[in-house]
C-alpha cells in the first residue's frame, strides 16, 4: 500500500462547477499537508498547504484536514478551463514529502 | 536566479551510457532534495541534503545513482550505466529551512530517455 493514495480520475466537471479532490495517508505521524498542481510537461507547483485539522480557504481553493480519519481534500469551486491539471496530494512528517499518484481533472468548457 | 534551475531540460542517453543532471537551487536555501517521476505517476523521493551534507539517500534505486552537493549550493545527480528504466524526469526542489512546513520550490525537471 502507498503511502498516500489519490482517485486516480480523470475528473471531469463543467465549467463553474466544484471540484472535489480527495487524498487519504497511512503515517499517522504525520504533520503537513500540500496540493500541489502539475500542468502537462510542467514541474509541480504548490497551491495550498494545511497543518492543522479543519478547513482552510484561499481564493477559489479549499483544502480539508482530518487527522483522525487520515484524510485531505481540496474543493475548487468556479472551476475554471484553467484549472484543467493533474492534483497531486503530498504529506510529510519529518522532511520528506510523499506524494500520491495525482488527479487529473478536465474543466469542460 | 528567481527559481530553481534543471539543466539540461531534455538529456537522450544510449543504454550504457553514464548521465550528470545538475540543479542550481534558489539562493539560500538550505534543503535540497531530488525526485523521480515516471509518466503518469507522482514524483518518488531520491535523496535529501541539508546544505553540504547528505541526510537520506533511502530513495535512490541502485549504487548506479550518486548525488552530491560539495558545497551546500549545486547538486549533481549522476546515473552510471544508464538502464532503460531509469527513463523519468528528475526533478530537483529546494526549500529555505529544514523544517516540515517549509514548502518545497521545484524547478522545471530533466526529461531523461534511455534508448
Known amino acids: 500500500q502507498k503511502e498516500v493514495e489519490q482517485n486516480s480520475g480523470p475528473l471531469s466537471v463543467p465549467e463553474g462547477a466544484i471540484a472535489s479532490l480527495n487524498c487519504t495517508y497511512s503515517d499517522r505521524g504525520s504533520q503537513s499537508f500540500f496540493w500541489y498542481r502539475q500542468y502537462s510537461g510542467k514541474s509541480p507547483e504548490l497551491i495550498m498547504f494545511?497543518?492543522?485539522?479543519g478547513d482552510k480557504e484561499d481564493g477559489r481553493f479549499t483544502a480539508q484536514l482530518n487527522k483522525a480519519s487520515q484524510y485531505v481534500s481540496l474543493l475548487i469551486r468556479d472551476s475554471q478551463p484553467s484549472d484543467s491539471a493533474t492534483y497531486l496530494c503530498?504529506?510529510?512528517?519529518?522532511?520528506?514529502?510523499?506524494f500520491g499518484a495525482g488527479t487529473t481533472v478536465t474543466v469542460r468548457a | 536566479g528567481a527559481g530553481v534551475s534543471q539543466s539540461p531540460r531534455y538529456k537522450v542517453a544510449k543504454r550504457g551510457q553514464d548521465v550528470a543532471l545538475r540543479c542550481d537551487p534558489i539562493?539560500?536555501?538550505?534543503?535540497l532534495f531530488w525526485y523521480q517521476q515516471a509518466l503518469g505517476q507522482g514524483p518518488e523521493f531520491l535523496t535529501y541534503f541539508q546544505n553540504e551534507a547528505q541526510l537520506d539517500k533511502s530513495g535512490l534505486p541502485s549504487d548506479r545513482f550518486f548525488a552530491e552537493r560539495p558545497e551546500g549550493s549545486v547538486s549533481t545527480l549522476k546515473i552510471q550505466r544508464t538502464q532503460q528504466e531509469d527513463s523519468a524526469v528528475y526533478l530537483c526542489a529546494s526549500s529555505f529551512s529544514r523544517t516540515n512546513n517549509s514548502p518545497l520550490h521545484f524547478g522545471n525537471g530533466t526529461r531523461l530517455t534511455v534508448t
Open positions: 539562493s539560500g536555501h538550505v534543503s
Open positions: 494545511i497543518y492543522s485539522n
Open positions: 503530498a504529506v510529510t512528517g519529518d522532511y520528506k514529502l510523499s
